[in-house]
């Protein structure tokens, strides 16, 4: 029986995981190589030192890493991807919603970050090996 739905689909050829990889990216370059390139050039632009836009860029990262678990979960999915995957979204959400973590936010949101690549990734890849095992 093939396989047809999305949620496989996106599983198995890891394209919804390298998309999230390019949204958590844009997070870390955000929190890190923005600022620096604007201290450098010694400039300001409201855009990148805004608030805003760490909570754009978190609510980006929401809904598809939220589908990457949910597809991932309900396919069985290993319990490693999903709770990195969720520390990640969680360490995001609180470095950019909660002022008490204000303070330790670039470290947050780095951390974060780093979590959701690194479980997009491993779960794009094991996907793809997955895939073309099948093939075969």
Do not use: N, Q
Not at 43 to 48: A, E, G, H, R
Not at 110 to 121: E, K, N, R
């Amino acid at each position: 029986m093939k396989e047809t739905t999305l949620a496989r689909k996106a599983g198995r050829d890891g394209t919804l995981d390298f998309f999230a990889i390019g949204v958590a990216t844009l997070c870390i370059l955000h929190c890190l190589a923005l600022p620096l390139l604007i201290s450098a050039v010694s400039l300001s632009i409201p855009f990148v030192e805004s608030e805003l836009t760490h909570k754009v860029l978190v609510l980006l990262a929401l809904p598809i890493s939220l589908y990457a678990i949910y597809a991932d979960a309900k396919r069985g999915g290993r319990a490693a991807f999903i709770l990195t995957a969720t520390a990640g979204l969680a360490l995001l959400l609180g470095a950019a919603f909660l002022e008490i973590m204000e303070a330790h936010e670039e470290l947050l949101t780095t951390t974060g970050s780093i979590l959701l690549v690194a479980a997009h990734l491993w779960r794009a890849t094991r996907g793809s090996a997955k895939a073309a095992t099948h093939k075969t």
